[in-house]
């Protein structure tokens, strides 16, 4: 009778495997085993926390589906927020337009065909109370996507609580208050690097003193993935980020677990399921690490990365587009696997406008039955002890953190991009994608190959060309409408702090109590810190 050849003794004369990598390159084995992957984890809720967070994983509360909306008028994004929450919604997540990410009012020349088209425009303290009409913010958690004015739009949240009575130590959420990723892939930045760090270290003590509950900055790496950058990249530039963001508060003189327990993560998901789920466990593994090892942190919630998931919307196709459910799928399900604490899941239409009520629905639907039909939720870190998972986790730590060592040659990621040095190292890896998608050695189902296809018409979401004159008309019924000199005195305040060293929140809530709009408080800021243009393309 022949041997039968095991596993490890591979059969001489079977052909071949041709070279195989991840999405981001990693090298792939035919096949993994116990001597491929390092030695046991520390079990979930430990340090270093590879396993999750939380012992129990979601046993006793499942991750936050959390559904981002926003287009239009305040009005329209109120409706739609109540429709997501009737349909099982647990927490909400609010896109702005392109204008009030950049701190102009709607009826600014340099807001002309742009506004509502992203996102809902907010203009002043009248807008947001339309926004969150009827919405318990002291029950329900909000994120908000907004960086440069990240502190603005808070404070306006707040103060739209305060009005309804509720006591804003109750508020819950999220401001992505995260402007290095700005300079680096995005591009909605209004002031330089460094007053734009003082801006996010007075959000952090403002916060430590009157909002505890916020999560002060959610340290995104979900855009530097869709600018190109691979899953090392992504995980090494937003931990340098983040410790450049810590290493701000300590340096102004907060203490590291005043505020480190109210830091948060935001990643992307991207199409390759095991180097995802590795994608998280590795970032856990470094920023626990940094936090307990580099800055001395000494409560375990310090050392924990929770972060918000979304799904990649780089990764939606125009064409066939219904293919995109599957997509998003595959990729919460990484998310859950992977340890995720709230998860966006696109819409199938992104790739050709905003979403539908259809399309988001189906979008939470996709988590629901991940959540109660799969049951993937029963047990924490499911693919642990996984040999490819583990090997995977172990190299994506290796990469990352040679990249952070390099970053920290530089000088920190403030000085990195200034450099440009992130912004070279994504192009590249960008680049490197185009060019095996165009040589067809990397397959998008629908686009380079399997195009043969029935029509598939979608119907989508159109933004009324009448809005931006209405919004524009609201904006100037509200300078009119106020006390003006209740404006101006604050404005004039906030101009002195910001020439020095006060912090600059007291100031700009009081001007939005009185109905100061958001460009009035940016262009004050403008005329001291002035604005940020790239000296160079790299």
Known sequence: MAAVPSRSTPDESAPVSPAVETESGLPLEPFYTAASAPPEQSPPGAYPFVRGVRADGYRSRLWTMRQYAGFGSAAQTNQRFHYLLRAGQTGLSTAFDLPTQMGYDSDDPMARGEVGKVGVAIDSLADMELLVDGIPQDRVTTSMTINAPASILLLLYELAAERKGIDTKLLGGTIQNDILKEYAARGTYIFPPRPSMRLVTDTFAYCAANLPRWNTISISGYHIREAGATAPQEIAFTLSNGVAYVQAAVDAGLAVDSFAPR??????????????????????????SVMRDRFGARDPRSQMLRFHAQTSGVSLTAQQPLNNVVRVAIQALAAVAGGTQSLHTNSFDEALALPTEQAAEIALRTQQYIAYEANAGNVADPMGGSYLVESLTAELVDASRALMDRVDALGGAVQAIEQGFYQRQIQ???????????????????????????????????????????????????????????VDRPLAALRAAAEGTDNLLPHMREALSAYATVGEVCNTLRAVFGVYRPSALF
């Open 263 to 288: 830091l948060s993560f935001f990643f992307n998901v991207s199409n390759d399921f095991f180097e995802e789920v590795a994608k998280f466990r590795a970032a856990r593994a470094l920023w626990a």
């Open 428 to 486: 590249d890896s960008a680049y490197r994608h185009q060019q095996l998608v165009e040589r067809g050695e990397r397959v998008v189902v629908g686009v380079n190959k399997f195009t043969e296809t029935s029509q598939q018409e979608v119907e989508i979401l159109r933004v009324s060309a009448e809005l931006e004159a209405e919004q524009v008309r609201r904006v100037r019924e509200v300078r009119a409408g106020r006390d003006q000199s209740r």
